[in-house]
């Protein structure tokens, strides 16, 4: 995509990270709150998570899942029961110890000294422990399942360094958590969640995305197994887009969810959890983003049209106002992906350009432009966001609407498109130990944000082969996919042994 501006500085060719930075600022996703590592979410890009969780909430309804909603604290014995669980969260843990504040000396707040809880609280993490006790008491028999929740909610993660939607120590997220008779019934559930994810990313985030089970490293604390779908960001590391848990009868045994069976036995129930986050609209910045700013596709943006009236301070704005009423309507009255197409009218008083950048930097996938000149032949001009910044097309008013809706068929099918080529592009299949080294080093001269991709190579399943890669090039193991199985006779890209699985490895976020 030719470009005759460059409304964000830096580039991300210059500096990927700070490019990212200054396109959530520009497009005013968010910004840092008063409490280190949190974020305020503001309205353009709450509203792309109102998108986010309304299309994925239906798709789950769709599957016999229903909302409930869970306590954010969470007892700290209910941690404690499930010991590979504790140990994989403890680090990242906030805990609420008193609950009431005084004043001390100098007139200053302090925790209450007397005030300290008989048992400290966790402030939810992810709520496996907590949910998985209530469950003990609704499940009683095979009649009871299989159960399918979900909850929409904030956790909260104590991260060290954080990044404006990508880790940030509080965010938000939909869990889902089910019980099932037997083993087989969870696994199922399991990758049905993982074909969900991957179907809700690529069609309507238009993110192609890579799914597989992760290595026994990797893996969701107290899981039997976490499967996970991969995503390949704009400076070409992996982004982690969703996960589902086989949670075994692990969580079972720690809370106490046991059933009668057909045959009136005790069982113990099989788990599954799963989940996304507000990180997607991270990876939907990454992904589509370019040197003006977010590219939104449009199954999901909060806005798919903004009319801009070309105003001249003086009695012809009347008319060119109501024009734009007019032309709004007509493309209300249309219908894109089941739904009336979104359009904004921007009234404002602000020069023509000013509004023109602010909506680039925004994303809005389609601006048109209203003036006299317009009028006078019943037209309107048309700009693309995909497309360069100022190139324009005239449209008379009767093909609009078709216009329109064919022209947001191909702009969300032109993202999948150069996200899929783009990632195409930077994945190699790796054999050799020495290739796979240059593959990931660092570049000797250039932008140091950008280098390697996705390298499937293959890997004797050793724990210390994972370990080298973590440790020596900063690649961990972002998932096995399935279709890479019949490639394992090929030897280890690390030590030379037999081969146990072809792994995709990147460097991630």
Known sequence: MAKTGNAISPARSADYAAWYQEAVRAADLAENAPVRGCMVIKPWGYALWENIQAILDGMLKQTGHRNAYFP?????????????????????????THHRLVKDAGGGLVPDKDAILPEPYIIRPTSETIIGAV???WVQTHRDLPLLI??????LRWEMRTRLFLRTIEFLWQEGHTVHETSDDALAETLKILKLYTDFVQN????????????PSERFAGAVETYSIEAMMGDRKALQAGTSQFLGQNFARASGIQFRNRTGAAEFGWTTSWGVSTRLIGAIVMTHGDDNGIVLPPRITPMHVVILPVMRGDDADAVVFEYADSVAAQLRDATFDGRSILVEIDKREAGGGHKQWDWIKKGVPIRIEVGPRDIEHDAVTLFRRDEETRRSKKVARPELASLVVATLDEIQKGCFDRALAHRDTNTRHISKKSDFVEFFELPKSGNREIYGGFALSPWCGSPACEEWAKTTLKVTIRCIPEETSADRREPCVVCGQPGAAVPLFARSY
């Not at 969470?74 to 906030?94: M, N, Q, R, T, W």
């Not at 979900?150 to 956790?155: I, K």
């Not at 309507?204 to 290595?215: D, F, H, Q, R």
């Open 204 to 215: 309507y985030l238009a993110i192609p995305v890579v799914s597989g089970v992760k290595s």
């Open 135 to 137: 469950f003990a008491s």
């Open 72 to 96: 954010l604290l969470i007892p700290l014995s209910y941690l404690e029961k499930e010991a590979e669980h504790v140990d994989g969260f403890a680090k990242e843990c906030a805990v609420v």
């Open 150 to 155: 979900n909850q929409w909610a904030n956790v």
